[in-house]
């Protein structure tokens, strides 16, 4: 169904936070963020994303308006359409908020506008990095006694790794789900001999154990190992779903937005996941409260039988969020956001310019961006890259693999 009058960008605010998060390809020393709301009438509708600050900017202040003038003219599933056939491709940010605004506009909760909800409540994750043992240990029974469900991440060599799932699994007891995400560190002969020994300490699953592209040792793993085996970055889109799948390579995704290129490419795997009968595990990048809401909805949506949890949380990492209430939680899980839209509203700007200058942050407006903020922002990507070399370098199997399967154009 057509549309009638314009979608404009109503506001834009961007800014980048120190961090540190580790993982076993690359360390995080900073998180760029930025929050558009678009308007239509009387209606607003809010979304969220995380690609590096100077990129963001440009492409919002130079294409907003194009892209959004063409959005106009469509409704929610008018859009997924002509983003399915390429006539649209949006950012994140963009894609959340047109969801939110399609859904007010339609008197429904995001998840209704999508498909049809299951569940109003949401089993959820919460992830560790990689850091020193006692460290990491005593993060995991916080988060249990709270009642989170456990991502740790792995990777730092097969008896490293093997003594903190050990020390983890003591220390929370043996009845909370507890992931391990190896991010491609091991060769396929290391992960089956690493993996058949930690099985013992009782995984929820196993996630994306060797390289990307793979399948053969992650089909192996899955008929070798009695943990299911979860891929992650093997997976961007239908195709490589389906290939996964007849490979015998997946017994659950991960499935992020932010990796897959978007909402709109997001619905289209979990829809394939559920005709293939492949179980969902709604994934984090680095979301906060808006990005966190579109993904409770999107996990209402899963059938019962596939369904695997929710990772969110990023805010804890940055020390903040963006929401002016926070996302419910109890027990172990999280309310799906009620009312029109996604159901979440954006703190005050003040207030979160006052959080992000407090932790030696930067805060930018829309129409306040300069030269010295993209300066600033190019130089805290490319000191990322730089610290995150060295750690690279040293994991020969994984540098090796991402060499050669980039020169193939994987």
């Known amino acids: 169904m057509k549309r009638m009058h ?16 580790k993982i076993s390809t690359g360390i995080a020393i900073s998180s760029s963020h930025h929050v558009v709301v678009v308007k239509r009438g009387d209606k607003s509708g809010v979304g969220e994303g995380f690609s590096h600050l100077h990129r963001a900017m440009s492409f919002l202040k130079r294409h907003a308006d194009k892209l959004l003038n063409l959005a106009s003219k469509y409704d929610f599933e008018g859009l997924r359409d ?5 006539k649209l491709r949006l950012p994140m940010a963009l894609e959340m908020a047109l969801l939110d605004l399609s859904a007010k506009e339609e008197g429904l909760g995001a998840c209704e506008l999508m498909g049809r909800p299951v ?26 006694s709270e009642g989170w469900g456990i991502k740790l991440k792995i990777g730092m060599g097969a008896e490293p790794d093997l003594e903190l799932v050990k020390a983890v699994r003591g220390a929370v007891g043996p009845d909370v789900p507890l992931i391990v995400d190896v991010n491609q560190a091991y060769p396929p002969g290391v992960a089956l001999r690493l993996l058949r020994r930690m ?35 093997s997976v961007r889109d239908v195709e490589e779903l389906e290939k996964a799948v007849e490979a015998g390579a997946i017994d659950v995704l991960n499935l992020k937005i932010c990796r897959v290129g978007g909402l ?48 969110i949380g990023w805010w804890f990492f940055i020390g903040f969020d963006i929401l002016k209430r926070p996302l419910a939680f109890r027990n172990g ?12 509203e954006i703190a005050d700007e003040a207030w979160l310019r006052r959080q992000v200058e407090r932790r030696g942050g930067l805060f930018i407006k829309l129409e306040n961006i300069g030269r010295m903020a993209r300066v600033k922002s190019m130089l805290l990507s490319a000191s990322e890259r730089l610290i995150s070399l060295p750690w690279l370098l040293a994991k020969s199997y994984y540098s090796v693999n991402e060499l050669i399967a980039k020169m193939r154009g994987r």
């Open 6 to 21: 314009a979608i404009t960008l109503e506001d834009a605010l961007f800014f980048i936070v120190p961090v540190r998060f």
């Open 82 to 86: 002509i983003a399915r056939i390429g």
């Open 199 to 233: 099985e013992r300490y009782g995984l929820y699953s196993i996630e994306q154990p060797c390289f990307r592209t793979d399948l053969r040792a992650h089909s192996v793993l899955k008929k070798a190992l009695d943990t299911p085996i979860m891929l992650d970055e």
């Open 333 to 344: 899980e999280m309310e799906v956001p009620s009312g029109p839209g996604l159901g979440v």
């Open 119 to 144: 569940r109003k409540k949401v089993r959820v994750f919460r992830t560790i990095p990689l850091g020193r043992k006692d460290e990491v240990v005593r993060i995991a029974s916080r988060l249990a």
């Open 264 to 311: 709109f490419r997001a619905l289209n795997i979990l829809e394939a996941c559920v005709d293939m009968g492949v179980r969902l595990y709604i994934g984090t990048g680095r979301e906060l409260g808006v990005g966190a809401a579109t993904l409770l909805h999107m996990a209402s949506l899963i059938p019962e039988e596939l369904f695997w949890g929710c990772e």
